[in-house]
């Protein structure tokens, strides 16, 4: 029974929204942070800007990558 209730934690979990910033893409990807940030002006990269900061969805981001 514990395992079941593990497995529904943790695709809870993986069904959450997640938002990436430049720094964590940069980290990602291994370059740098300024790097990073020139892609987030780029048309065809799923940029969400909140406030003055520019974010990604982790999903997006990973189907950009594909």
Known sequence: MEEI???ETAT???E???FLTPMDVAKIIGCSVQAAREL???EDFPTIKVGKNFKVMKSAFIQWCS
């Open 12 to 14: 809870k979990k993986e």
């Open 40 to 42: 987030f002006y780029r």
């Open 16 to 18: 959450e929204i997640v």
């Open 5 to 7: 209730i593990k497995e």
